[in-house]
């Protein structure tokens, strides 16, 4: 079975923070994919990256980066120099196979960037 | 580019009256198609997938019920709503030159039932 845990419910930092969210993950597939998700107040989830397992590069798209740590089974989120647009949820999802066709979601982990 | 479309956006339901969501997607064909539900202050929960017209898979038993009619039509209907069902119910697709893996979410729709 695939498992999503976001230990953070909710996070809250003034403007101009880093903060860092926490994903870990369980799998038994050899490929598999990991994805992160923001939901702002309006409700619709945006995609927002997609890491392949057998990609342990991190990625940074401006202030985001992604840290990838196959050892550890986590895929940690930081934004950087926060802003108060990214006050939302964010959620960590993995995919097992390509015919698996259901993204497990973790719980997800709210953010509230306070200016 | 395609676009996913969910209608209503929002709706206030009676107990016991009936339900039909519908999501539509343009500018891809042969998509994946989803129906989540997210209670309030909840995560998501999948509710109905489909890799193709007339094919529905159902994870969660209960009285909802889901329908393909056309390649990127995905209709979500119950005949009797319970207060259990209100929630917001997200319409997603994947497929496309991504491939098969993100999915992309519609807007939504707001379902209260009273």
């Known amino acids: 079975a695939q498992k999503v845990t976001q230990a953070q419910t909710e996070i809250s930092v003034v403007e101009k923070e880093d903060v860092t969210l926490d994903c870990v993950y369980e799998?038994?597939?050899?490929?598999?994919?990991l994805f992160w998700y923001k939901q702002p107040p309006s409700g619709e989830l945006v995609f927002l990256i997609r890491r392949n397992s057998f990609d342990e590069q991190n990625e940074i798209s401006g202030r985001y980066s992604w840290n990838f740590q196959k050892s550890t089974s986590s895929f940690n989120f930081t934004i950087t120099a926060s802003q108060v647009v990214d006050s939302a949820v964010y959620f960590c999802a993995l995919k097992g196979k390509v015919e698996d066709y259901k993204l497990s979601f973790g719980a997800g982990t709210t953010v509230t960037v306070r200016a | 580019s395609q676009t996913i479309h969910q209608w209503p956006a929002t709706l206030v339901q009676p107990v016991g009256s009936p339900l039909s969501l519908e999501c539509t997607v343009e500018g891809t064909s042969n998509p994946n198609l989803y129906w989540y539900r997210q209670a309030a202050g909840r995560g998501l929960q999948l509710l109905f997938y489909?890799?193709?017209?007339?094919?529905i898979s159902s994870e969660v038993p209960q009285n909802l019920s889901a329908s393909r009619p056309q390649d990127r039509q995905f209709i979500l209907s119950s005949k009797k709503l319970l207060l259990s069902d209100s929630g917001f119910y997200l319409c997603?697709?994947?497929?496309?030159?991504?491939?098969?893996?993100?999915?992309?979410f519609g807007p939504g729709t707001r379902l209260t039932v009273t």
């Open positions: 489909s890799v193709g017209i007339g094919q």
């Open positions: 997603a697709w994947s497929g496309g030159t991504s491939g098969y893996y993100e999915q992309y």
């Open positions: 799998t038994r597939d050899t490929t598999y994919y």
